[in-house]
C-alpha cells in the first residue's frame, strides 16, 4: 500500500501533521507539568513532553540529536527526577501549596515573554525563512566533535565527571546523622 | 634581557607561588611559611635582575611586554617600566618578603590562606606599577584591594571589619571613579580617531593626546579622588590610622610601604602627563591641602596615644611632602617625591614592624604603658630609636633626601609654602622623640616589669627583617644617587609633558 | 693631603663603628679603640692644621687659600648637584686645633671619669660620632654638607644629653635641646633653599662669589640678601644657643660632664659662629643683618651673665656663662670683628673645656654632687682641680695674660673703634659680671667652710691621673695659647692667619686697619679694671677672707646687698627663674600647643571622620529601609528578573528604543 | 509549515515561557527544576532550528545541542542532590520556605 503524497482529508503534508502533532503533544505535556497539582504526574508529563521533542528533533534533521534526547532526557534525567520527588514524597496538595502567591503575576510575565518571542520572530531578518530541512550526517557530526570541538568535548567530560561526584557528595548521608530521610 | 618576559615574571611568580601554596595541605604550616617566602624572594630576585639590566640612560619604557587582551577595544596587555616604577617594583618586592617573613611568628591561624592572600596582594601591587594599559592599570589596582581586605578582616585586631569595610569602600568609591574617567579618556580618544580603538587604553599613546579642557577637569578629578584617597590626602585620610590600627603588623608595613605609594605613583605616571592643563588649574588646591596634610598629620601625631595611630598619623604628614613635591612641578620636588616615597617605604615600613615586635610582648600599643625598654632590650630600643631619627629626617639617612629636594623645589616655585611645610621638621621631631622619650627612656614601666621574662630583646628572625631595612636606610642616606640616577628621564619626560612650575611669585630661576 | 683629611674623618667613624659593634664585649677595655682613633686623628688633625697655616702645599697662595676636594657626588638631581666635599683653608685649620686637641683630651678624661658607668662603651661610641660629625662641620665645603654635619652633632648631643635616659630630667633635656636646635635648623635650610635658588650652587666659594657678581649686576635685591642672611643665622642662633634659643644649653648639662665640657662649651656651640664667619661674604652684604647678630649676641651676652649671678648647680653656672661668651664671639662677629671672634672661639673653647672638665672632677670628687651649697672648701682637698680650675676661672675673668683676656678684649677694643658703642658698653659691663659669677663660683666651691654631706665628705678625693692630665695640659694651653696666638693686640698670629680670609669683607664694610694705639690701650685697661672689679666683689662675699665671712653671715649680708638697691629683687627673681623663658615656652608651646593638637585630633576624629562615619550610617539606614524587599526567597529575585524583562520588552515594543 | 524557521521557533518560545512561568510559579522544588529543563530543552530547540534551516550551521548546531544536554544533565544531577540535601535539613521541599538568603 502507498502512502499518499498529502494527508488525505485535510490536505497537508505529512510532516506538517507530524509538526502539528508532535507540537502540540509537547505544548500540553508542558503546561500539564507546570499546571499539574501532583509533582509525580508532573514528572510523568515531562517525559512525555521530552519524548515529543525528540520527534521534533528527527523532523529536523537531527537524528543523533533526537535519540541522545532520548537516552539523556527521557531516559535519565526524567528518572532521576522521579527518584527525587520519591525521596522528598512530596504528593498532591491544595493549591496554595502548589502556587506561590505570585503564580498570576508570572503567568502574566511569561505570555509577555511569549508575545516578545512573536515579536522578534515575526520581525526577525533571517536568511532562510522556510527552506528545506538540512540534514545532519553522523560521520560529519563525529568528526567536527572530535576534531574541533574535542577541547569542549573533554571539558564537558570533566564537568559531568565533577556533577556526579558532586551530587553523590551532595546526596550522601552523613554518617552521623542518621534516621529517615 | 634578549626577550624573557621579566616584568610578568616577576609580576606573576607570586601568583605562581599562590597556587603551588593552595595545594599544600594546611597543616604543613612550615612548608606554608617557608613556600611564600620563597617565591617572594623569587620575586624581589627577578627585580634585582631587572634592576641590574635596566639602562637608566636610555629614554622610554624598558622591558616593554605587549600582547592583544580584548582587542575590539583596542585592550592590550602591556607591561613596561621607567626608573620611577622599577624603584617601586624593587621596593615592593623587598617589603613583600619582609613582610612574610615578619608574619611567621604572629600568623599562627590560616596560615595557608594568610599567605596566598599575601602573594596575591604582591601580585595587585607589582602590576599597578608596571602596567602601560589602563584597563589592565585598573586590573591590578582592584587587585590589591581584594586580599588586603582579607588580611585586615581576618587577621585584624578587635576592631578590624569596621576598619576593612571602611578602607575598601573609600578606596573603591575612588577608583569606580577613576574606571570611568579611564573609560571617558578612552572614548574621548576613540572619538578623535574616527572610530578606531586601536591604542584607546595605551598609556604611551594617550600620553601625547591633548584631551580637551571639560574632560581633563573631570577625568583629573576623577583619578586625583582615587589616588588622593590612596596617599591618603587630607581630607581623605581616616581610613589610614583606623586600618594601620586593625591590621597585622605585615598588613602595616605594606599598607604604609607600599599601598600608599600606589596614589603618588598614580599622580606621577596618570595625573600628570595625561591632564596637563587639568593639573596646572588643580595644583595650586592639592598644594594647600598637601600642606595642610603635612602639618595637621604632624599636630594631630602629637597627641595620639596609640602608638600605631601615632605612626600612621606621620605617615598622612609625609606622604603629603610627596603631593607637594608631585604638584609643583618641578625638577628637584618631584624626583624629591620620589624619594621620599622609596625612603617611607623604607622607614615607615620599619616603624611598623617595631611596633610589631613590641606589641608581639606586650599585646599592647599604649604608649602611656611603656617605658624604660633601653636597659632590659637594647637592641630593640637602637633599631627604633634609629628609625625614629630617620623618620624625623635626619639628614645621612633615607629620610632626609626626597624632603629636602621636595622643599628646595617648592622654595624655588613658592618660599612661603615651602616655609610652612619645612616648619614641620619641627613637630616630627617632636613627636617621634617623645614617642622614642616614652618608649625607651626612664625607668622601667609597671606594666613591662609585669611581663618578665616574656620581655626579651628582638628574635633572629624579627632582626633578620629589620636589619635589610636599617641597611637600605643607610644606604639610600648616604649614596641617594643611587635612586635618583634612575630618575632624571622619566622626570623630565613628565615634566616636558606637564609643563614648568607653578610661578606664583616670580621666582623661578 | 686627600687621604689626610680623608682619615681625619674616617677614624672617628672608624671607631664609631668598631666601638657600636663590639665595644659592649670589651667592658672597662671599650676605650681602647674609640681613644685610639681620637688620639690619631688629632695628630692628623694638628698636621693637616699647621700645613694649612704655614702655607705648605698644597695649601699655596699667599693668603694660605683652601685646598678643597670631593669625595663623591651625593646628591645629583637634575641642576641641583651636592658633593660630598671638603675644604679646608685657615679658618676651618683653627677650628681643627680647637676640636681635635680638646676632642682629645675629653677622650682621655672620660677614660676615667666614666670608669663606674655601665654604658661605658656606649659613651664612647657616641663620643666618636660626635668627633667624626664636629669635624666634617668644619670641613665641610658646602652648605647641605655643613647642614648634615650641623644635624648630626644635634643627634650626638641629643643622644649624650640623655646618655642616662634612665632620668627622666636627662630624657626631656636632650629632646628639648633636639627640638629646639631643629627650630634654629628649619631656618638654616631655608636659607639653604634661598641660597640655591639666589645662586644655584651650594658650595661655599662658588655661592659667594656667584652672589657677589649677582649683586653687583644689580640681579639681587638688598633685602633678599639681608633675608638669606637672617635665616642663615636663625641656624646658627640655635646651635650656639643664643636668644631666644639659648633655653636649651642649661638644661644640656644633664648629660655626663666631659660631654658638656665637648660638645657644650668648647666645639658643637661654637658651630654657629664658625658658620657666620664662614658665610662672612654673605654678612658683609647685608649690614643690617650684621648689626642683628651683634644685637642678639651682646644681649644674649648680658641675659646669660644675670641669669649665672644666682645658680646654684655648678654645671649651669658654666652653661650660661658659656651662652654669655658665645654672645661675645656673635657680637665680635656682628661688629666686624670676625678675626677676634674666632680668636675668642679658640680661646674660650680651651679655657671653658678647661672650666667644665674641672668642674667634673669637682663633681666626681663630691660623689655626683653638683649643688655648689653643698660643696665648699674643697680648694686643699682636691689642689690639682683647684688649681687648673682658677687659671680658668681667671681666663674667663680676662685677667692678663691669660687667654681670655686678649681674645675679649679684642672684640670690645673692635666694638668701639667700628662705633657700636652700645655693644662695647654693655660687654664691658658683662665683662665685669663674668669675674663676679666666676668667683662667686670658685668661691662656693672651693673656700670657706666645707658645707659637704659629712657621709661624702671623708671620701673625697682627688682624681685620678686620667683626669688630671688634660686638665693640666688645657690649663697649660689657657695659660700660653692668648698670648701666643694674640700678642701683640690687634697684631698677632692669629690676624695673620685669618685676617687675610676676612679682608674682602672688611673691606666690603668699610672697615679700616688700625694700628693699636692710646686709646685702645685706654679701652684695655678700662675692662681688665672693671673685670677685677667683679672679680674683688666675688672675693669679697663669697672668697677665702678667713673667719670673718662664715656662710649665714654671707647669706645675710648678700639679703643686705640685694635689699640696698632698688628693684634689685625683682632683679634676683628674674635671675633665678632664668627670666621665665622656659615658663613662657612651656606655656606657649607645650600647654596650648597641646591643646591645639588635642583640639584638632578632635576635630579629626569627630568631623572629618564623623563626616565619613555619617555618610555610613545613611547609607545602612536607607539599607534597613529597603530591606523588606529582601525576602531571601530565589522565586522572588526571579520574579524581579521576569519583570524587568517584561519591562524592557513593553519599553521595546512602545518603540522606546527605535 | 514544518520547512518554516518560525513555526519552530515559536514552538521553542512558547515552551520557554512555560519552564518561566513553572519556574516563577511552582513552590516545590523540583518542580522549580523541571521547569527549567524545560527552558534548557526550549533554547536546544532553537539551536537545532537554526542549525536545520542554515546550512553554515548544520553539522555545529548538534554538537551545541549535545553540549547543551550533557551540561543539563549535569545541572539535574547537581540540583535534584542539592535539593535532596536541602530537604534532609529542612524537612520540606517547598523553596519559599529556604529563606537564609535573607540576612
Known amino acids: 500500500m502507498t502512502i499518499p503524497a498529502t494527508v488525505p482529508v485535510l490536505g497537508w503534508a505529512w510532516d506538517d501533521l507530524l509538526f ?52 539523556v532526557y527521557v531516559g535519565a534525567i526524567s528518572v532521576l527526577v522521579l527518584f527525587a520527588i520519591m525521596l522528598t514524597q512530596s504528593k498532591a496538595g491544595p493549591l496554595r501549596l502548589v502556587f506561590h502567591r505570585q503564580a498570576w503575576v508570572a503567568a502574566i510575565a511569561s505570555i509577555v515573554l511569549f508575545a516578545l518571542f512573536v515579536v522578534v520572530v515575526a520581525e526577525g531578518d533571517w536568511p532562510q525563512r522556510a527552506a528545506e530541512v538540512t540534514r545532519t550526517a553522523t560521520d560529519q557530526l563525529a568528526r567536527l566533535l572530535f576534531n574541533d570541538y574535542v577541547l569542549p568535548f573533554e571539558g564537558v567530560g570533566v564537568l559531568l565527571l565533577a556533577a556526579v561526584i558532586g551530587g553523590v557528595y551532595l546526596a550522601k548521608r552523613d554518617p552521623g546523622q542518621g534516621g529517615s530521610l | 634581557m634578549n626577550g624573557v618576559p621579566i616584568l610578568s615574571l616577576v609580576t606573576f611568580v607570586p601568583l605562581l607561588g599562590a597556587v603551588l601554596i593552595a595545594f599544600i595541605p594546611r597543616g604543613h604550616v612550615r612548608l606554608i611559611r617557608y613556600g611564600a617566602l620563597a617565591a617572594s624572594l623569587a620575586a624581589f630576585a627577578l627585580s634585582l635582575a631587572a634592576l641590574a639590566d635596566f639602562d637608566p640612560g636610555a629614554s622610554g619604557f624598558q622591558f616593554v611586554e605587549q600582547w592583544d587582551w580584548i582587542p575590539a577595544f583596542g585592550i592590550r596587555y602591556k607591561l613596561g617600566i621607567d626608573g620611577i616604577s622599577l624603584a617601586l617594583v624593587v621596593l615592593t618586592t623587598l617589603l613583600t618578603w619582609i613582610s612574610i617573613l615578619a608574619s611567621f611568628g604572629p600568623i599562627r591561624e590560616r596560615v595557608k590562606e594568610y ?172 598644594i594647600v591641602l598637601s600642606v595642610i596634610a603635612i602639618v595637621y598629620g604632624a599636630i594631630v601625631a602629637l597627641v595620639q596615644p596609640d602608638f600605631k595611630k601615632l605612626v600612621a598619623y606621620s605617615s598622612v604628614s609625609h606622604m603629603g611632602f610627596v603631593t607637594l613635591g608631585i604638584f609643583v612641578f618641578q625638577p628637584q620636588a618631584l624626583e624629591g617625591a620620589i624619594v621620599q616615597m622609596v625612603g617611607h617605604g623604607l622607614i615607615t615600613g620599619a616603624l611598623f614592624l617595631c611596633v610589631g615586635v613590641l606589641y608581639e610582648r606586650t599585646h599592647d600599643r599604649e604608649l602611656a604603658k611603656m617605658g624604660g625598654l633601653a636597659e632590659p632590650v637594647p637592641l630593640y630600643a637602637a633599631t627604633l630609636g634609629f628609625f625614629a631619627l630617620a623618620s624625623l629626617g635626619l639628614p645621612g639617612l633615607a629620610g632626609f633626601v626626597g624632603e629636602f629636594l621636595v622643599l628646595l623645589g617648592t622654595w624655588a616655585v613658592n618660599p612661603p609654602v615651602a616655609a610652612i611645610s619645612a616648619g614641620v621638621v619641627i613637630l616630627s621631631a617632636t613627636y617621634l622623640l617623645w614617642m622614642f622619650q616614652r618608649v625607651a627612656f626612664g625607668e622601667l614601666s609597671d606594666f613591662l616589669r609585669g611581663l618578665g621574662q616574656h620581655l626579651t630583646d628582638m628574635s633572629p628572625v624579627e632582626l633578620l627583617t629589620l636589619s635589610p631595612l636599617v641597611a637600605l636606610t643607610v644606604v639610600f642616606g648616604l649614596f641617594p644617587a643611587l635612586i635618583l640616577e634612575l630618575l632624571h628621564g622619566p622626570v623630565a619626560t613628565i615634566l616636558a609633558r606637564t609643563g614648568g612650575g607653578l610661578d606664583l611669585l616670580g621666582l623661578v630661576r | ?112 671619669y666614666m670608669e663606674h658607668d655601665p654604658g661605658y662603651w656606649r659613651f664612647f661610641a657616641y663620643l666618636n660620632l660626635f668627633m667624626f660629625s664636629m669635624l666634617l662641620l668644619v670641613l665641610a665645603d658646602n652648605f647641605l654638607v655643613l647642614f648634615v654635619a650641623w644635624e648630626l652633632v644635634g643627634l650626638c648631643s641629643y643622644l649624650l644629653i640623655g646618655f642616662w635616659y634612665k632620668r627622666r630630667s636627662a630624657a626631656l633635656a636632650a629632646k628639648k635641646a633636639f627640638i629646639v636646635n631643629r627650630v634654629g635648623d628649619l631656618g638654616f635650610s631655608l636659607g639653604i633653599f634661598a641660597v640655591w635658588t639666589t645662586v644655584g650652587t651650594l658650595n661655599f666659594q662658588d655661592a659667594f662669589r656667584g652672589l657677589d657678581q649677582k649683586i653687583a649686576a644689580g640681579a639681587l635685591e638688598p633685602w633678599m640678601v639681608t633675608g638669606i642672611a637672617l635665616l642663615i643665622f636663625t641656624g646658627a642662633v640655635g646651635k650656639s644657643a643664643q636668644f631666644p634659643l639659648h633655653v636649651w644649653l642649661p638644661d644640656a648639662m644633664e648629660g655626663p660632664t666631659p660631654v658638656s665640657a665637648l660638645i657644650h662649651a668648647a666645639t658643637m656651640v ?49 652653661a650660661y656663662s658659656t651662652l654669655s661668651q658665645l654672645g661675645y664671639m656673635f657680637a665680635g662677629l656682628g661688629v666686624g670683628a670676625f678675626t677676634a671672634a674666632i680668636f675668642h672661639l679658640v680661646t674660650h673653647g680651651f679655657f671653658k673645656g678647661l672650666l667644665f672638665l674641672g668642674s667634673g672632677s669637682v663633681i666626681h670628687a663630691v660623689h655626683e654632687e653638683q649643688d655648689m651649697r653643698k660643696m665648699g672648701g674643697l680648694a686643699r682637698r682636691i689642689p690639682w682641680t683647684y ?254 528578573i521576569a519583570l524587568g524583562l517584561v519591562a524592557l520588552t513593553l519599553a521595546y515594543l512602545a518603540g522606546l528604543f527605535r | 509549515m514544518s520547512g518554516s524557521l518560525d513555526a519552530y521557533l515559536l514552538l521553542a518560545g512558547a515552551l520557554f515561557s512555560i519552564g518561566v512561568f513553572g519556574f516563577l510559579a511552582r513552590r516545590n522544588a523540583i518542580a522549580m527544576l523541571m521547569s527549567i529543563e524545560l527552558m534548557l530543552n526550549a533554547v536546544n530547540l532553537a539551536i537545532v532550528t537554526f542549525g536545520a534551516f542554515v546550512p553554515a550551521l548544520t553539522t555545529h548546531a548538534s554538537v551545541i545541542a549535545l553540549m547543551v544536554m550533557a551540561v543539563a544533565a549535569g545541572e539535574a544531577t547537581v540540583g535534584l542532590a542539592i535539593v535532596i540535601a536541602i530537604f534532609r535539613n529542612r524537612r520540606t521541599p517547598l523553596v519559599d520556605e529556604y529563606d537564609a538568603m535573607r540576612e
Open chain 1, 20 to 71: 502539528l502533532g508532535l507540537a502540540g503533544i509537547l505544548l500540553g505535556a508542558a503546561l500539564l507539568v507546570v499546571l499539574g497539582r501532583d509533582i509525580i504526574h508532573s514528572g510523568l508529563w515531562m517525559m512525555l513532553c521530552f519524548g515529543a521533542l525528540a520527534g521534533v528533533y528527527a523532523l529536523l534533521g537531527a537524528p543523533l540529536v533526537a535519540v541522545a534526547q532520548v537516552l
Open chain 3, 387 to 640: 688649681a687648673t680650675m682658677l687659671v680658668g676661672s681667671l681666663a674667663m675673668a680676662g685677667i692678663p695674660p691669660l687667654a681670655g683676656f686678649f681674645s675679649k678684649d679684642e672684640i670690645l677694643g673692635s666694638a668701639f673703634r667700628n662705633g657700636f658703642l652700645v655693644v662695647w658698653a654693655v660687654g664691658f659691663v658683662v665683662a665685669g659680671m663674668s669675674a663676679f659669677y666666676m668667683f662667686r663660683m670658685m668661691g662656693l666651691t672651693f673656700w670657706g667652710e666645707s658645707r659637704v654631706d659629712p657621709h661624702v665628705a671623708a671620701k673625697i678625693h682627688e682624681s685620678p691621673w686620667s683626669m688630671r692630665v688634660p686638665l693640666v695640659l688645657l690649663a697649660a694651653a689657657t695659660v700660653v695659647i692668648g698670648a701666643l696666638l694674640g700678642w701683640p693686640l690687634e697684631g698677632g698670629t692669629i690676624h695673620a692667619w685669618l685676617d687675610p680670609l676676612f679682608e674682602p669683607a672688611r673691606e666690603l664694610l668699610g672697615l679700616e686697619h688700625e694700628a693699636f694705639g692710646g686709646l685702645d690701650v685706654a679701652l684695655v685697661l678700662a675692662s681688665v679694671a672693671m673685670a677685677t672689679l667683679g672679680l674683688a666683689g666675688a672675693v669679697r662675699l663669697f672668697g677665702a677672707g678667713a673667719g670673718r665671712f662664715r656662710w649665714p653671715a654671707r647669706l645675710a649680708d648678700r639679703d643686705a646687698l640685694v635689699a640696698s638697691v632698688p628693684g634689685a629683687r625683682f632683679l634676683y627673681r628674674a635671675s633665678v627663674n632664668k627670666w621665665w623663658f622656659d615658663d613662657l615656652y612651656h606655656l606657649l608651646f607645650v600647654v596650648i600647643g597641646g591643646r591645639a593638637g588635642a583640639a584638632l585630633r578632635w576635630f579629626d576624629e569627630r568631623i572629618v571622620d564623623g563626616s565619613v562615619n555619617g555618610i555610613a550610617t545613611v547609607t545602612v539606614a536607607a539599607g534597613r529601609g529597603l530591606r523588606v524587599i529582601q525576602t531571601g526567597r530565589v522565586q522572588n529575585y526571579a520574579m524581579g
Open chain 3, 270 to 318: 661654637n658651630a654657629g659662629v664658625y658658620m657666620v664667619a664662614r658665610a662672612n661674604p654673605i654678612f658683609a652684604q647685608a649690614p643690617e643683618a650684621m648689626v642683628v647678630v651683634a644685637g642678639v649676641g651682646i644681649f644674649t651676652a648680658i641675659l646669660a651673665a644675670s641669669i649665672a649671678f644666682t645658680q646654684n648647680d655648678i654645671k649651669r653656672v658654666l
Open chain 3, 1 to 112: 693631603m686627600e687621604t689626610l683629611v680623608t682619615l681625619l674623618l674616617a677614624l672617628p667613624i672608624a671607631g664609631f663603628g668598631a666601638t657600636a659593634l663590639v665595644g659592649r664585649r670589651l667592658g672597662r677595655q671599650a676605650f681602647w679603640l674609640p681613644v685610639g682613633a681620637i688620639v690619631t686623628a688629632w695628630a692628623v688633625g694638628m698636621v693637616v692644621a699647621f700645613s694649612a697655616l704655614t702655607g705648605q702645599p698644597p695649601f699655596t697662595g699667599e693668603h694660605g687659600q683652601g685646598f678643597g676636594f670631593s669625595l663623591y657626588r651625593w646628591i645629583p638631581a637634575g641642576d641641583f648637584t651636592v658633593d660630598l666635599g671638603l675644604y679646608v683653608d685657615n679658618l676651618t685649620a683653627a677650628l681643627l686645633i680647637v676640636v681635635c686637641t680638646v676632642g682629645m683630651l675629653v677622650h682621655v678624661y672620660s677614660i676615667g
Open chain 2, 115 to 286: 599567605m596566598i592572600s599575601f602573594l596575591v596582594l604582591e601580585v595587585g601591587m607589582i602590576g599597578v606599577f608596571v602596567a602601560l594599559d589602563l584597563f589592565l592599570f585598573y586590573v591590578f589596582w582592584e587587585i590589591v584591594l581584594v586580599p588586603m581586605y582579607l588580611i585586615i578582616g581576618i587577621w585584624g585586631g578587635a576592631n578590624r571589619i569596621y576598619a576593612t569595610i571602611k578602607f575598601v569602600l573609600y578606596t573603591l568609591v575612588g577608583s569606580l571613579l577613576m574606571l570611568v574617567a579611564i573609560l571617558a579618556t578612552a572614548f574621548a580618544w576613540q572619538a578623535g580617531h574616527g572610530g578606531d580603538w586601536t591604542g584607546a587604553f595605551d598609556y604611551e599613546q594617550l600620553r601625547g593626546y591633548a584631551f580637551d579642557g571639560t574632560l581633563q577637569t573631570l577625568a583629573f578629578g576623577a583619578f586625583f579622588l582615587a589616588f588622593a584617597i590612596k596617599v591618603p590626602m587630607f581630607p581623605f585620610h581616616t581610613w589610614l590610622p583606623d586600618a594601620h590600627v586593625e591590621a597585622p603588623t605585615a598588613g602595616s608595613v605594606i599598607l604604609a610601604g607600599v599601598l600608599l605609594k600606589l596614589g603618588g605613583y598614580g599622580f606621577i605616571r596618570y595625573s600628570l602627563p595625561l591632564f596637563p592643563d587639568a593639573a596646572h588649574a588643580w595644583a595650586p588646591a592639592i
